[in-house]
């Protein structure tokens, strides 16, 4: 399955741009959602407070997780992007739910996977991928958390490759296509993702992979410190499909470090920045039309091959990058010499 997967894509991508979906977390944010909502009957009795536990909803409320899904596929999305965030063992010690991260990676790969069969019964001559997402944790395995201990690491390497193992093995369960280690603050906590991926291919076949960085400010650096050259260096091991930037940044901020990209990368490269900038209520204002005229000089310089939105973005962003995209030529994949 993996490999016949990897060859159809890589032959769309060699066609055209391919369009993932916008925020999910946005989305949910529409629906006027409770503590009973993400409860559901089966966690009634749990103990800890479970509102804001967006990933759990893939379990106690598919049916808007699967509608999210659905809005962007029909706009004419590619890729859904599972809801599985923060759905690893280390992220979901905030509520108390590390026994139920596969359940919950997959559940959220299933809600995917029935609106992507179900747009692409619809859309023969366009199939849609499910995308398993694999957040970067909310520990970082380089950085202290104290500035008097330097030394000091929250999480180790081999606790990270353990959680990403476990949420990988249960996104491919629930039917998830690809897998993508995304919004990476800390380069190491990526690297034992890529650890991960391979024990994954061992037992799944070749199954593609995609990264995604972030640069966290004006530096140009990811929040370990390392350039769009070092972080591609790091990853151009993992045999990926892609490697891209997400998050942090709106398109005009992020258009710099993709054409660093576009210059060094032998993978497809992916883009999908928030709406802007946040304004100082935490909330993104962009309009997708002004998305769509910034995102215009990343397919029109022939830098991209995916793209899609963060933080901030809707299925109207979708089908305003979805329209642009469709008049410019995909990347040209560069390959070592």
Known sequence: MSTSTLKTLKAILSERIMLLDGAMGTMIQRYTL?????????????????????????????DIIQAIHEEYFSVGSDFATTNSFNATTIAQADYAMEAHVYDINYHAAQCARRAADKWTAKTRNQPRFVIGALGPTNRTASLSPDVNDPGKRLVTFDELRGAYLQAANALLEGGADILMIETVFDTLNAKAGLYAMAEVREKWGNVPVMVSGTITDASGRTLSGQTVEAFWISMMHGDLLSVGLNCALGANEMLAYIKRLDQISTSFVSAHPNAGLPNEFGEYDESPEQMASQIEWFVKGGHINILGGCCGTTPDHIAALKALADNYAPRTIRHCT
């Open 34 to 62: 409770e503590e009973a909502d993400f409860r559901g009957d089966r966690f009634q009795q749990h103990t800890s407070p479970l509102k804001g536990d967006n990933d759990l909803l893939a379990i106690t409320r598919p």
